[in-house]
């Protein structure tokens, strides 16, 4: 994995600065999550949409989902928090919070006192967070840090603003699929970044339509397995809930892939999978290990069914080409059961 450059003292230094500004302005005081509003990135172009958490009283933040896919993303969060808490490891976005003293790391004790900063009571201490698909939250990359200092300066405009008027951020004439957004956007006027608002109508992203070649051999290698007319299997990919964290390494959340049968509810095999760096690889990745997988059963099942959209997806041409019958359920009983021991064991 390549590493990240680090940020800059100056860097550093504004993002604590702004920091101060933001908790006494603290805008959570009116502002709900959903009042999202975005923020363009004078270089790459790219929209950051900003989200204030804190409303509640327990948890002082604000969170930047990253383009089409972190708000359409955080959208889907609703029901499937509920469902699955670690849905919220499959969004991309950035945070700053409002930490107690004793919730931040090491390093960030570290570069506080390195730049002579003093923090005192609950939820003083800011922290600064990237979250990656797949990777739990990390210290933030230099590009990351430039994304939450034009963040915070435009959050400490518009939030002042919303508070004398709530239809600063009211959806216009939108459609639930295509929503507006007030968007903060910057020019170059002379050399300086002079800002200004819009309202923009946000596309959600493309559907993925990443596909790879499927070896003819490894088709035809299952293809070749007896298949068991009575044989119903169960696949499913989640988190699990033992994370991972190596010297040197960003702390991971594997998936686990888990086959069962669904009448019996034997748990016919299962995998720790490491997240990847980009979607392909994560796709090829989860593709291959469900092969093999397969292969180690010994016989070609009548059906197969999933839950997930996107293992229906994947699925789709492959088992055509097997003569299996897949089928997406709302629920997976056999899978569901082990799951259920499994999380209660590790207590979560």
């Not at 300086?192 to 992203?205: F, M």
């Amino acid at each position: 994995m390549e590493k990240l450059k680090q940020p800059t003292e100056k860097q550093w230094r504004r993002l604590y600065e702004l920091a101060v500004k933001l908790k006494e302005l603290q805008p959570w005081e009116w502002m709900e999550e959903s009042d999202i509003f975005g923020v363009q990135h004078p270089e790459t172009g790219e929209i950051g949409f900003v989200s204030t958490m804190g409303a509640a009283g327990e948890h002082y933040a604000i969170g930047v989902y990253l383009g089409a896919e972190g708000l359409f993303g955080y959208f889907d969060l609703g029901g499937e928090m509920e469902i699955d808490p670690m849905a919220l490891f499959d969004v991309p976005q950035l945070q700053i919070s409002f930490e107690n003293r004793e919730e931040l790391e090491k390093q960030d004790h570290a570069l506080i006192k390195k730049l002579g900063l003093k923090f005192r009571g609950s939820h003083s201490y800011p922290m600064f967070r990237s979250i990656k698909p797949g990777f739990l939250p990390y210290q933030i990359s230099s590009a990351e840090a430039q994304v939450l200092i034009h963040v915070i300066e435009q959050t400490l405009n518009v939030a002042p603003r919303f508070q004398g008027d709530e239809l600063l951020l009211a959806d216009l004439g939108s459609n639930d699929d295509e929503p507006n957004f007030l968007v903060r956007v910057p020019t170059n006027q002379g050399g300086n970044i002079v800002w200004k608002d819009e309202n923009l109508t946000i596309e959600p992203p493309p559907d993925s339509d990443i596909s790879i070649t499927i070896p003819q051999e490894v088709t035809q290698l299952l293809k070749n397995l007896p298949q068991n007319k009575n044989l119903v299997i169960e696949i499913d990919l989640f988190y699990s809930p033992t994370p991972v964290a190596e010297s040197g390494r960003r702390p991971f959340i594997p998936k686990m892939l888990m086959l069962a049968d669904a009448k019996s509810g034997l748990i016919l095999g299962f995998k720790l999978i490491e997240p990847q760096e980009t979607e392909l690889e994560n796709f090829s990745e989860h593709m291959e290990n469900i092969f093999e997988s397969l292969e180690k059963l010994n016989v070609r099942p009548n059906e197969i069914w999933v839950s997930s959209e996107y293992l229906f997806k994947i699925l789709r041409s492959f088992t055509q080409q097997l003569n299996v019958k897949l089928k997406q359920v709302d629920e997976l009983k056999a899978i569901e059961e082990a799951k259920e021991g499994m999380f209660g064991f590790f207590g979560g």
